[in-house]
């Protein structure tokens, strides 16, 4: 089973307003990441966790908080968001990066727009 | 600046003919390379992942990889119209992370 869910599908939110995308997934992969993707764009990485531990932030503005529960679950809260950070938001997870184990499977995306 | 360069395509290729698409990177280190299929308002889709020098099969899928040349290929035989979406090429930079292609656009006519 190689399913990473997550919800909701779409979101329509307000620049004032406060949101979170949440990502499941119940392989046993350890990391877990959070891409951004721009229409005609590749994804691009924003936050990377391993072993629930936040080991990369691309330089994110901090209107994103990535958050980790626990290894299956990984939030993103928005807050004050901008229309440019209109977008697809992708979660995806890996069994382990740090022993070269990069395969990601990606999670069907929250399309996300900011009126 | 890493990077990883895929023509845009649009490709169009007819059905039952093979689909080979490029790619070339820049960061010699680079271990691992993978191939994603996302089709228009989907998410990506892992179909190829290859580590070593040669050819890997899978299915209709072949990937090819030329560390010396820093290239990487996938090859579609007998080429469906269901094929036609983006494939993007992703490849590991460090330990940390995968950078992804542009993506190259496929097109099978009937």
């Known amino acids: 089973d190689t399913e990473v869910t997550q919800t909701p599908k779409h979101l329509v939110m307000g620049m004032t307003n406060k949101k979170s995308l949440k990502c499941e997934q119940h392989m046993g992969h350890r990391a877990m990441y959070w891409y951004k993707q721009k229409a005609k764009k590749p994804p691009e990485l924003m936050f990377v966790y391993s072993y629930e531990k936040l080991s990369i932030n691309e330089s994110v503005p901090s209107r994103f908080s990535p958050e980790c529960p626990n290894s299956s679950l990984l939030n993103l809260h928005l807050h004050a968001l901008q229309p440019e950070d209109s977008a697809l938001y992708l979660c995806?997870?890996?069994?382990?990066?740090?022993?070269?184990?990069?395969?990601?499977?990606f999670g069907p995306g929250t399309r996300l727009t900011v009126t | 600046q890493k990077e990883v360069e895929q023509n845009s395509g649009p490709l169009s290729v007819p059905e039952g003919a093979i689909a080979s698409l490029n790619c070339t990177y820049s960061?010699?280190?680079?271990?691992?390379f993978f191939w994603y299929r996302q089709y228009s308002g989907k998410s990506p889709e892992l179909i190829m992942s290859i580590y070593s020098n040669g050819d890997k099969e899978d299915g209709r899928f072949t990937a090819q990889l030329n560390k010396a040349s820093q290239y990487v290929s996938l090859l579609i035989r007998d080429s469906q119209p269901s094929d036609s979406a983006t494939y993007l090429c992703a490849v590991n930079m460090d330990a940390s992370k995968i950078i992804f292609g542009s993506g190259t656009r496929l097109s099978i006519r009937p």
């Open positions: 995806a997870s890996s069994q382990d990066k740090d022993r070269g184990a990069y395969e990601q499977y």
């Open positions: 960061d010699r280190v680079s271990q691992s």
